[in-house]
């Protein structure tokens, strides 16, 4: 009789913790469902490593002046087309950019050409 009452104590404790662990790993999913739908409503989704910057184009002849966000892994020819998007008239010409003096390579990342958060590129129709 002893042992029946000690199986059945373990079995409703068992059950008891179950219970428990079911209702934990489903408050863990709706977590996880919350957060996935806050992380949908950002643009852009950032990996490890990656940050995000503003830089602002602005052209010799001033007539642009367009702020763009975007990561410092993003090529220059990305961010450029974001530009022509905004300004379709300037993708008929053949541009140049600079930032800080320096020539952009158009096909390296932001990072590699030195372009960090808040630097103004210029752009110069050749």
Do not use: A, W
Not at 32 to 61: A, C, H, T, W
Not at 72 to 88: A, G, Q, R, V, W
Not at 91 to 104: A, D, R, T
Request: net charge neutral.
């Amino acid at each position: 009789m002893k042992n029946l009452n000690n199986n059945l104590k373990n079995n409703l404790n068992n059950n008891l913790n179950n219970i428990s662990y079911k209702d934990k790993i489903n408050e863990l999913f709706e977590e996880i469902r919350m957060k996935d739908k806050i992380i949908s409503n950002y643009p852009i989704q950032l990996s490890e490593g990656e940050k995000l910057l503003s830089v602002i184009f602005i052209s010799s002849d001033q007539k642009v002046h367009y702020s763009v966000i975007c990561k410092n892994t993003d090529k220059f020819s990305k961010i450029e087309n974001m530009l022509y998007d905004e300004y379709p008239e300037y993708s008929e010409f053949e541009n140049h950019f600079l930032v800080n003096g320096n020539k952009v390579n158009k096909y390296k990342t932001l990072e590699y050409n030195k372009i960090k958060n808040n630097d103004i590129i210029m752009l110069k129709n050749m």
